[in-house]
């Protein structure tokens, strides 16, 4: 599963774009703060630079008072953000996601067969998920036989390209493993893959017709009953398509592998 490391990784570019977005904001502020009076529902603004009385601002000038209560706010963001900087740096300085895993890889395989890791490793996890056996959807007899490298009949040479590819790139999949949606029934994913970053199956569905409308209907139909099943494009759910003009093509495929699959 996605680690506290990555986690905090992600966190640490987040706040380094609020920082670098807040000191941009300070590039034109004014010197001094900005101190507010409120007398019977009056509010008069002061421009403080020495000292915290400050000098009246006429409220004909209504640039001056925003810009120091931006500054004052962009200055507040800018220690927030740096502090927690700091501590997600020490946090990840020397900090592995898989550190209680790698003590057990990190075994000689002698002393690993006398260990039983405290919590399986994620190649225990993946070859336990990949080896459970399943009930494929059959073939109609009479359609062409199409094979994979790895031996696997597919219902494409479009499917063919995608399992050769995950073949030649040793990233374990299973073919058309049954899931069922609720409000719509079971379907049969072109690819299933187990992710480490999630610890959740994530989905592949290639739709090879949809310049047909028939065809286009129906796996809108289907993309949305993922949707209502909490299974979204881009977050579980992996789609590529294809016309008679537009092709399925491998750097399309490298993209999404590289994006999604690896772990």
Not at 94 to 116: G, K, M
Not at 123 to 152: D, P
Not at 232 to 259: A, C, H, M, W
């Amino acid at each position: 599963m996605q680690g506290l490391k990555q986690m905090l990784l992600q966190e640490q570019k987040y706040l380094e774009n609020i920082v670098n977005k807040a000191k941009e904001g300070l590039s034109t502020a004014p010197d001094g703060h900005l101190r507010i009076s409120k007398d019977k529902n009056k509010i008069r603004y002061y421009h403080c630079t020495e000292d915290n009385s400050g000098i009246y601002i006429p409220k004909s000038d209504k640039s001056l008072p925003q810009k120091l209560a931006q500054k004052t706010y962009n200055l507040s963001v800018i220690k927030k953000a740096e502090s927690r900087l700091k501590q997600i740096k020490k946090i990840t300085r020397d900090y592995s996601d898989d550190e209680i895993e790698e003590l057990f890889t990190s075994l000689h395989a002698d002393r690993q067969a006398l260990v039983t890791p405290v919590e399986a490793t994620w190649k225990q996890l993946l070859n336990e998920w990949y080896t459970e056996e399943y009930q494929g959807k059959g073939f109609q007899e009479g359609t062409v036989v199409i094979l994979s490298e790895k031996g696997e009949r597919v219902r494409s040479k479009s499917e063919k390209i995608l399992a050769d590819y995950f073949y030649r790139r040793n990233i374990l999949y299973k073919y058309e493993k049954p899931l069922y949606l609720k409000g719509y029934g079971t379907v049969y994913p072109d690819f299933t893959f187990l992710s480490k970053k999630i610890g959740k199956e994530i989905y592949w569905e290639h739709e090879g017709m949809v310049d047909k409308q028939e065809y286009a209907r129906s796996a809108v139909r289907k993309i949305e009953s993922y949707q209502k099943n909490d299974i979204y494009p881009g977050d579980r759910l992996i789609l590529t398509f294809e016309t008679e003009q537009s092709i399925l093509n491998s750097k399309t495929i490298e993209g999404l592998v590289n994006r999604y699959l690896q772990f």
